[in-house]
């Protein structure tokens, strides 16, 4: 028997009250051997690191209580007919390749076109990736350690990740329409751990648009991770969606790697989850290169999101351009810690931080820890967080003109978040984003 199964042997053996999704832990006999040695090393180190508290700085004010994990398991395997109601629900979008993943199973995948897979352009769900281009997936995979309070959640992804999907860019390969990825949930308590790693080569170009959500409402767990690998002069635009039920609790961990003269920009919006957590650390290698770090909030009732940034800049003439921006309303939370830290010797470095909390309602709260760290000179970097309620004027302005008073917020709310959608620079995925947000105020109409 393997040593992470004598692992699992002894924990279970000790404890009759060990969650139903940590009794899942298994080795499996169908990955290939240093796969399988990752994910025994990744449940090791869970079982080894304590829970966040609240008396942690990288999870102050965060509420760690909604990260117990008693209440998920694994989902068991799909009937047709949740399989054809998923698929009807992933609207494809004009995209260059897709990938359907529900409970952590690939339910359809339509492949990249010849002419890009004659060119090198790997798109494959992470199963067949760790075998068939081994090379690329151990050199990367969650190469990056968590640093920004969710090492432990790390360690569980990387024992439980089964879904998901490589994306490899070769040298000067541009990739005109965006690739789409779907995940579900798609069992009450279940527990999902999507993965994505991309690599572009240098010269490359590429769109990636990422969805996470729930076939119906009612509780869940995702603990995803992303690695974005920005090579030479290449160019990447990522866009993720999260709108997963109301009562799924969610943390992604996300590494981005931005070599010379290349530039990545990643845009979140989080809509859905009763407990969002997204930690996002970028590292600017080489001279020239950029990092643009959007995100988008749009929280209501006691939703809660909570965003961890990391600005690393390690090298000379680099850039990094951090905009968040949050919609609270009712009892909605929001938790922004972020810091800029430029190494020494990364000289005339360029770093900005900017959050700004729109509250529609007396009980919202937002909460803003921006930091600097500079050890290096001739820099210009800049933080600041404000939080404020929609301008009397505007809103009598629409209200006199006979709109509703939830129309004219929304319209409010859209103006306002507005300027992030606008530094993607693609006319069809602000319109989606402005879509997926006017969908949630939709659905919560007072």
Request: net charge negative; proline share 4%; with cysteine.
């Amino acid at each position: 028997m393997s040593g992470g199964t004598a692992v699992l042997e002894r924990v279970t053996h000790e404890s009759a009250t060990t969650p139903p999704l940590l009794e899942s832990f298994t080795d499996r006999d169908d990955l290939p051997a240093w796969f399988r040695e990752q994910q025994r090393a990744g449940w090791a180190e869970f079982l080894k690191l304590p829970m966040p508290s609240r008396k942690d700085q990288p999870w102050r004010f965060a509420n760690v209580d909604a990260l117990k994990l008693d209440a998920y398991t694994r989902p068991a395997a799909l009937d047709d007919d949740k399989r054809a109601e998923l698929l009807d629900q992933s609207a494809a979008h004009e995209s260059a390749a897709r990938l359907v993943f529900a409970d952590d199973q690939l339910i359809e995948r339509d492949v990249i076109a010849n002419s890009l897979r004659e060119r090198g352009v790997i798109f494959q769900p992470i199963e067949r990736a760790i075998i068939e281009h081994e090379e690329i997936v151990r050199q990367h995979f969650m190469a990056e350690p968590a640093t920004l309070g969710s090492a432990k959640f790390a360690a569980l992804h990387r024992a439980f990740v089964s879904s998901g999907a490589l994306l490899y860019v070769p040298r000067g390969v541009e990739i005109e329409l965006p690739i789409e990825i779907f995940h579900w949930l798609a069992t009450p308590h279940g527990a999902v751990f999507p993965h994505l790693l991309i690599v572009a080569g240098e010269m490359s170009k590429v769109t990636v648009v990422e969805h996470f959500r729930s076939l119906r409402q009612g509780p869940g767990f995702a603990c995803g991770v992303n690695d974005l690998i920005v090579g030479r002069g290449a160019n990447v635009r990522y866009v993720c969606v999260q709108d997963w039920s109301e009562e799924v609790v969610a943390v992604q961990v996300n590494a981005t790697r931005v070599d010379r003269d290349a530039s990545a920009t990643s845009l979140n919006v989080n809509l859905g989850a009763a407990y969002a957590r997204l930690e996002s650390r970028s590292r600017l290698l080489g001279e020239g290169s950029r990092s643009d770090m959007l995100a988008i909030g749009v929280a209501n009732r006691r939703q809660e999101f909570d965003a961890r940034t990391l600005q690393d800049h390690e090298s000379p003439q680099t850039t990094s351009d951090l905009l968040y921006k949050n919609s609270l309303d009712e009892s909605a939370r929001t938790t922004f810690g972020g810091l800029i830290r430029v190494e020494p010797h990364a000289h005339f470095t360029d770093a900005y931080q900017t959050v700004r909390n729109l509250l529609l309602s007396d009980d919202a709260e937002a909460n803003s820890m921006p930091g600097l760290e500079i050890l290096a000179d001739n820099v210009k970097c800049s933080h600041g967080a404000t939080s404020g309620q929609i301008h009397e004027d505007e809103l009598f302005y629409l209200l006199a003109r006979g709109i509703p008073k939830r129309v004219a917020q929304k319209l409010l709310v859209l103006g306002f978040l507005n300027e992030v959608t606008e530094r993607l620079q693609h006319a069809t995925l602000e319109e989606h984003v402005r879509r997926a947000v006017e969908a949630k105020f939709a659905r919560t109409k007072s």
